[in-house]
């Protein structure tokens, strides 16, 4: 029996708990769920997308918080602190509100194996029956179908986007990779799709089950002014809102993404407008095209597939003239790193190519070779991202920019730096 008194002690534990770190099935997790019997008397939002999803449960729960409601969001994965998959009211959960409910769960499971991730998700919601939240916000962790959070019964469901990532597990193509995401949807229940270009796949399983679809562009939209935009959503609308305090322009359709789930849901949990308001711009959610202040200027992004660095490169477009664009870049190597660096290539005047030394991660040279082959000039190996987010920073004058990207792990280790003023 391991001993378990920290909340390291048990993350620890846990990663070595079941045979492989990924074991997509719900029958072990949904066994545990049942033995504690773990039932949610509040409505359930289940989020599910390839990019967007992190920023669409950001501003759900920013908006309920300010209509007054005890929200708990689950999200993955961390940049910082394991705490931060579990929020409470915005606030990531005590170290000993997840060690409560992870002795719980290991009460329950009796020999079952769980994953880290299963323990999270069972943690997480635990956590949240106990505080007595208003609302739960599950943010999909791989897919949907078999992921460890469709073990509960969301009242709406939404797909933010669909595009290729993680192939090897959901499959290599959009109708297969939407027919999973679209495993979260529940008959008669309200599925919304914010992609503009939902997958056959996954309109046919909405329709086969009976579920209350909604499509972007359909049922609902949005139409921008200059500071302002409104949403629609069928003969209703909202108008004179302000643009959402995270950056980007595709935050635009996240932001609509999150007004058609409380359109969905308003019979329950109404939001008014002075709280919709509120929550678009007091929002916060690290590494998602997170511009920090001070110069020089420097953006965290955690995108890591070719769709959210597209994204994530007209972002870059956007912003004031920059004299030398400085990418502290790296990426693990499933992700497709040659996309990305093609989508990338004309935003960056100098590539500070960085190690990371974990499963799956590359080392700087590898990084750097891959760029040289891509004929991208000025490049540059470093051994760790913490040194090369150093050298960027000796190297960058007030009037240039710093952009750290291609990983939650990049972005991670130069937030540790930055904490450490390394």
């Known amino acids: 029996m391991t001993i378990k008194k920290t909340l390291d002690d048990w993350l620890r534990w846990q990663e070595s708990l079941h045979l492989s770190a990924i074991d997509m099935g719900l029958e072990r997790v949904a066994r545990v769920r049942d033995a504690m019997n773990l039932k949610p008397a509040c409505p359930v939002i289940m ?47 005590s170290d000993a509100r997840i060690i409560a409910s992870f002795e719980a769960i290991d009460a329950a499971r ?19 029956v106990a505080e007595k939240v208003d609302v739960i916000i599950l943010e999909v962790g791989l897919g949907g ?36 995401k679209a495993g979260i949807y529940r008959a008669g229940k309200p599925a919304i799709c914010v992609d503009p270009e939902p997958p056959r796949r996954l309109l046919d399983h909405a329709a086969a089950i009976g579920a209350d679809l909604r499509l972007y562009g359909r049922d609902f939209g949005f139409t921008r002014m200059d500071n302002q935009w409104s949403f629609r959503h069928g003969e209703h609308a909202r108008h004179a809102l302000p643009i959402p305090a995270l950056r980007g322009g595709y935050q635009m359709v996240n932001a609509c993404g999150a007004l058609a789930v ?35 200027a420097v953006v ?84 760790t991202v913490a040194d090369a987010w150093k050298a960027a920073l000796s190297q960058a004058g007030d009037n240039d920019r710093i952009v750290v990207f291609g990983s939650f792990h990049t972005v991670a280790e130069v937030e540790a730096a930055r904490r450490h003023r390394v």
């Open 47 to 93: 989020v599910a997308g390839t990019n967007g999803k992190g920023s669409t449960c950001a501003m759900l729960s920013s908006m309920f918080h300010a209509a007054g409601f005890k929200v708990g969001t689950y999200t993955s994965p961390h940049i910082l602190q394991y705490n931060e998959r579990i929020a409470i009211d915005l606030k990531p959960a």
């Open 110 to 128: 009796g020999d079952t194996t769980l994953t880290y991730f299963e323990f999270g998700t069972l943690a997480a919601v635990h956590s949240f």
């Open 145 to 180: 179908r078999l992921d460890a959070v469709n073990i509960f019964e969301p009242d709406v469901s939404v797909v933010v986007s669909v595009d290729l990532d993680h192939q090897a597990i959901l499959g290599d193509n959009r109708e297969d990779i939407g027919f999973e």
């Open 262 to 296: 409380l359109e969905a849901i308003k019979d329950k949990l109404p939001v008014g407008i002075g709280a919709v308001k509120q929550g678009l711009v007091e929002v916060e959610w690290p590494g998602r095209f997170q511009v920090l202040p001070g110069r020089p």
């Open 300 to 383: 965290l992004d955690v995108g890591h597939n070719p769709h959210a660095v597209k994204a994530m490169a007209a972002a870059l477009k956007q912003l004031p003239y920059a004299e030398n664009r400085y990418a502290v870049f790296s990426m693990l190597a499933d992700k497709d790193m040659a996309a990305v660096i093609e989508l990338a290539r004309g935003e960056f005047d100098h590539w500070l190519a960085a190690g990371l030394d974990m499963p799956r991660g590359q080392s700087g040279a590898a990084i750097a070779s891959a760029l040289t082959q891509a004929g991208i000039p000025n490049v540059k190996a470093y051994d």
